[in-house]
């Protein structure tokens, strides 16, 4: 194992999942691992870059998300007597020395560079380079495909659910995803907690102290009633309903004798104009007169746009008709299998939603399932590999790299650009030629105003001092959102996006081109 | 804690994933906890169905799993102080006997009804029915959502694909799935593999013992290059390639070093044609002259349906021109991002592909990333409940119900009914009405041949006789297959498969019908 936590600080806790071991791997990195073994190959330093192909969701950014938990699993990296046991078992004719051998391994040897999280990153450029003897990066490529590729996927998805909706609006999250990573959550209850009650007459401690605790009101039900007759006789709110649902109102009321200072009622079990509209006013009006003030309502079904503009009109009825200042500003909140496409038809429809429940589609990336990051060798005993493949897209960029983000006099990223590790950087001002990595004849001079470069070491085996700080979701987070205000809005829309340009350096395409000439078969015509 | 283990065998384990604790939930089920809790009506008996409302992947049957995760987690439900801390400070105003209610909270007054594991399945039909406290149950309706859900679409997935695979085909999956579940693996290598060799002469360790162990090969290399040249010299093999990638033949070579008796290698980091497959075969007949039978190649891009058939003909070639007995039956393992759309259009081309890796498709379910069951109060204190929606489709079926499978002459399923609890089961070789629950003009007489009850108990508190064992997944793998092939095939079909029939009882339709006009809201025109 690794020594970790010499310093305060630094130490570097267990992955997140416990699922996550050595073992969530393929049977090819261990079958890989061994012959490389047998070869005598295992130790030969190798570099190894993880990127993706194509930005998801039919968008054209992405946001890199996953690297804390890849740094926790190198950091925990060890394969228990088990698990060796059953790596044996799965490999025909493997010699007990490769087991004393995994039993050694750890991640001391390692270097990782990444960009940092929370970034907005593009197709081919490194998110990674992970460093080290081949047969233990080898054994990296699974976990870590699998640790990023799915955070960074539902980030992109949460980013892009949050560009829809909008900064003012609020999205929720259920109650492990708050307690694990702080998100905001809101109660409120079920269609089957309304169903569950039949009448007021089930509520039995009917009294709730005001806000103020100064008095109490010995019957909250007659209360809310009287409140619900105020409504009825109100000429210019009753048009729309005659007779509301009793179980509907006996459910509010008692929702709200529990969370008097945060009652939000879900409104749609009957029906949300004629009874859980009229039903939620008359006991918000009766916490509004103890003190209180409600939270505000959710739709789960039905026409969001239609609905929520027709609540909003009655709650700034019932604030012009009964005189309840802030009556019309009451919160309202859409869930229902909502997704970035529904979010932005309501923007086009006008709405009066506040507030999104994004569940299913946020977790699940129902509109894109897989990100498709890929882990290829790039160099091995400083040997530049390159794989080739009859889809050019697929072609992998050969060398170990360095890349940076050059921005232009607008302040935005203007091109992502690699270069060999030797090669001196860009530098502010200075005119440089920036290539299309596969297409000869797409290439321009930029001269950056300012010039970042993207990837850092956050894990160099054993030297702690030498690497990047994991940081707190907090950073991590208002990077995120500052990167993402700080891009070309061409690249951010919706509809038919701009391309991020991403480039390689003049000499590092020249280099791409030699390779690929040496290593692609010639055709004979026969 | 409940009770467990009384008997040898009973013993209930915990869920697999130790990230699934009562946590794993979503607010809305603490918050309505508390309201219960606050009303006095925590303890009201209640009765919930888990159902889902529509096929996935655009078919017509879904397979039934996550049933042994649920039961764990009823065996294991208990909340830490941690976890009461976090839901006291999540839910504004929690009164601390709410969380003495919480520290108590066990499954002890849970029953649970499921389908068997492994069950062919359809729409609306309770996969779950569970019974109990009603706010004990709402506690279960999430993490139960998330069991079942990924569970069930991931295993209907899978049957997706083998059925379209075909019954002879192998299907591979990774270490942690075989290491968990005991699905076959296979080894192979990758492309950085590949690459990471350059030529022959790193090969240092170059003998192998034959496969009898009688003899030792001292320059296995060697051998590999007099193959190698015997395919070279055959002239009617020799068309396709001139010559072959040295790189890629030291990688081989020295992979069947380490795994002289599983030698699968892949084939397509070069040209499958013009160098890996002559490349394999050379290998592949050294290995056969020292006795070992190679396993295959894969091929992991191109065009999958001509490359396997080209490499088949290689193959047979080699049989014929180098008299080398079953060499044509070479096993062609393909991956590539295959799914069923793919293997469906491999099948229509023609193909000679023996294995496939079904990767990110298989596991993110790409083509349809969630099944969307709910979790509806069916019944409470003895009331049947039903949920009311504008859209027919959402409207849930009340009443704690029986369900059962009619089978007709052929020994195909013909129909599920639900019937009302205390209504007498269906009797073989009795005519019975079945009636679609909301179609008033859909129904039909059914005469079953043999009849089914689909829910059994699965879980009653402590009481450990009353109940179901936990299959091992070999029986429900068992039950799942023979149900697929006894289901009528036109159900099955790819393309536009008929929907299978779920209906009502005659009086159950009355009693929804009856249920609806007395809930739903009589309009006023105005």
Redesign the interface.
Known sequence: MNVLGKKPGRVVDKPT???VTP??????????A????????QS?R?V?DLYFRKNPFGGEYTIFAGLEECIKFLANFTLTDEEID??RD????CEEAFCDYLRGLDCSDIEVYAVSEGSVVFPKVPLLRIEGP?AVV?LL??PFLNLINYASLVATNAARHRFVAGKSKLLLD???A??LFGIP?????????V??F?SLD????KALRSSDGKTTCEDFVSLVQTCLAKIQNSSSLS?IF??T?KSELAAFT??A??????FLALVD???VM??GIPNFCAVALALNELGYKAVGIRLD??DLAYLSTEARKFFCGIERELNVPDFGKMIITASNDLNEETVDALNKQGHEVDAFGIG?NLV???SQ??L?CV???VE?NN?P???????VT?VSIPCKKRTYRLFGKEGYPLVDIMTGENEPPPKVGERLLCRHPFNESKRAYVVPQRVEELLKCYWRGNADEAREELEPLKEIKNRCIKQLENMRPDHMRRLNPTPYKVSVSAKLYDFIHFLWLN???V??L?
């Open positions: 999942n416990p699922m073992l969530l791997n393929d049977l090819y990195q261990f079958t890989m061994y012959a490389y073994w047998k070869a005598g190959k030969e190798s190894f059953f790596v799965s490999l025909p004719g081949v080898q490529e699974t259920n109650v492990a708050g307690r959550l809101r109660g409120t209850h079920s269609h089957a907690f169903s569950s039949m089930e509520i039995v401690d048009g005659s007779e649902n008692s929702y004798l529990a969370f008097p200072s945060a079990t009957y029906d004629k009874s079904s039905g299913t699940t990336c129902y399932a897989a498709g882990f290829k060798l091995i040997q590999r390159i794989k080739l493949s009859e889809d697929k290593e692609a078969p055709g004979e026969h």
